[in-house]
């Protein structure tokens, strides 16, 4: 029923009960009027009868109060609603526009996944390259530091036994064609080494703890020449053993710049190489007796320290070169007693 006519119903039931309230208490007002008048009673049951009169007309009116807030609360409470063809339709556009904006998100959710797949995949490809990049670079840089401090430093060797060959070539026949001999061993050696680095793309390989020291007198013979130079060497098998394979050859390569510039460049005629461990800590030490050198007067290190530093910088080790002219000079590199992790 719709809010206009259910107001009218409203207003009709109202004046329909107070007309009737109103009749029947005109009605009964004067029936108790007769009965007071015909009657011969006395003033008490008079006043008797005029109570009970008062008590049924508040009676009746209480009655109609309750029925008029009954029917005004009838009147008020709002009949269920029925939706209506227009109301569906409107829901059926709402969730026809509800299902598109979900299937929106889910499809720019899904693109935004896909995009960020690629970006990741992307990110692991570049990263891939740049290791690639950096691991060339290193190896790169690995066997120039090798080229320095063997292949050159047995080439000077070389060279210097063929000149002393040369100059003694007119007065001691014998003795050249002997230096002659060992430049020739000397130059084969170098051509299998030039062949490792090949093989193993710069990487020294390494000759093992029971070959270690015969690799170091070996390598340091190859730098005697025909100089009257004194090798004493010195080695704990205890350190050795605990070299490992990767820090056997840097040593190695270590010893043989040491010690030639030693000979080169100091004129040394004793050079001394011992390693020894403590437990804790290995220690390599080279010191030579020629003609040594002021630190402080060197501006720009040259490549061979450079090389020092960073072989012992790969093997987390410490580095300290000490040398004073007329006293020779003395290098100490310390290294952990496990191979680096």
Partial sequence: MSNPLRFFVLVLVLVSLGASAATLQLHAHRRARELMTGLDITPAVRTAM????????????????????????????PAPRRETPPDLERLRTDMNQVDRLARANIAQSEALTRERDARIRTEETLHLHQLRLNQALEEKIRLGRDLHDGIIQSLYATGLTLESARQKRLTQPDEADTLVERGIQLLNTTIRDVRGYIDTLGRSASPGADGFAAELSAMLDSLRGNREVVFSVHLDEAAVS????????ELLQIVREAASNALRHGEARHVTVRLHEDGVRLALLVQDDGRGFDPQTISRPGLGLANLQARTVSMKGDLRVTSRPGEGARLVITIPANPPA
Avoid: K
């Fill in 50 to 77: 005029q109570d009970r009169q008062t008590h049924h007309q508040r009676a009746f009116l209480s009655f109609v109060a309750i029925s008029l807030v009954a029917v005004v609360i009838v009147a008020l409470v």
């Fill in 242 to 249: 605990q070299l490992g394979d990767n820090r056997r050859p």
